[in-house]
């Protein structure tokens, strides 16, 4: 895995967590020395820091069948040019970058290596991620198959077509931020209605966490979920009808809507 940041760092952790068998240590390359000396310890984990060596990319892929680009969009086909003849014939290379299309890397690497486009997001930490895999021309449907079970072993994950990629880094890559927005907001709320910050902070986490967990369990639709803490003529249905004042249908479409265009400005360099 090339760079261990939030993303990197997230399923670098899923596949240390327990349940997940790792049969050869995954090398794993950082920017600095520092986060590489972070990883040190650890059996199933070889971390080598760029700023150390000038080589530890392309040893870190050497005699891999799978190799991971987790750096920022803007720097994946400096990378990829980096390691591009050292990457094994046969290997699948996986990109989780937003905004970087498979022919952008497939023009860095050598004939006979796949390329296949991952968009995961960060819950992939605790095991509990998701991930649209797209296989680029190159990549075979086994060598996708092969993708989809690295990521489900942090999580669940889905096969989609390429041209889908920017519309589920839209929806769950940057979802997590939409909820961690919505908890910031009710714990400021919460916070004005007199209750300190440790329990502003346990009110709105337990919520969340709860309903999360109590969607996961049963399985039921959202709003049939909605609807049972929604008393007739109670008081949610007042806050909830002041909060659908704000048209969430328009407001949710116009914030993935720009987060494409995001994606479609990356793909051209910009
Ligand atoms: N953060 C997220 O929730 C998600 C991020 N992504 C994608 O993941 C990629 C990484 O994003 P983040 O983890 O958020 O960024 P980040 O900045 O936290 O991580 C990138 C890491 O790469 C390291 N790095 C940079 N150049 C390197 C090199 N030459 N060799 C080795 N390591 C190097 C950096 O030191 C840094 O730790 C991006 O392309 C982004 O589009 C995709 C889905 C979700
Ligand atoms: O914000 C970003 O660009 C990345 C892609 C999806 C989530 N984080």
């Known amino acids: 895995m090339i760079g261990v940041g939030s993303m990197g760092g997230a399923i670098l952790a899923g596949l240390r967590g327990p349940g997940v ?3 050869h240590p995954i090398t ?10 972070a990883l040190a310890g650890d059996e199933r984990v070889v971390a080598l820091a760029a700023e150390d060596d000038p080589e530890a990319n392309r040893r870190a892929v050497r005699g891999a069948g799978l190799v991971i680009l987790a750096v920022k969009p803007w ?48 819950p992939s930490h605790i095991g509990r ?8 021309a190159s990549a075979s449907a086994e060598q996708v198959a092969l993708v989809q079970r690295l990521f489900e072993t942090v999580g669940a994950a889905i096969v989609v077509r390429e041209d889908q990629i920017n519309a589920v880094a839209a929806v769950s890559g940057s979802g997590p931020a939409y909820l961690f927005l919505y908890a910031e907001h009710m714990i400021a709320a919460a ?21 999360a967990e109590l969607w996961a ?30 048209d969430w249908g ?11 265009r995001r994606s479609e ?5 910009e």
């Open 21 to 23: 068998r790792i049969e």
């Open 28 to 37: 794993v390359t950082t920017r600095s020395a520092a986060s590489a000396a």
């Open 75 to 122: 720097l994946i086909a400096e990378v990829t040019r980096g390691i591009a003849d050292a990457v094994e014939p046969g290997a699948v290379v996986v990109s989780v970058a937003a905004g970087v299309p498979s022919t952008a890397i497939e023009a860095e690497l050598p004939p006979g290596v796949a390329v296949v486009r991952a968009m995961p997001n960060t």
């Open 129 to 136: 991620g998701v991930t649209g895999i797209a296989g680029g």
């Open 191 to 211: 916070e004005r209605l007199g209750f300190d910050a440790e329990q502003a902070r346990l009110l709105v986490q337990q919520t969340v966490v709860g309903s």
């Open 217 to 246: 369990a049963g399985g039921e639709d959202p709003a049939e979920l909605r609807r049972r803490v929604t008393s007739p003529k109670g008081t949610t249905e007042q806050a909830v009808a002041v909060l659908q004042e704000a």
């Open 250 to 260: 328009a407001l949710f479409d116009r914030a993935l809507a720009a987060n494409i």
């Open 265 to 269: 400005e990356l793909e051209r360099g």
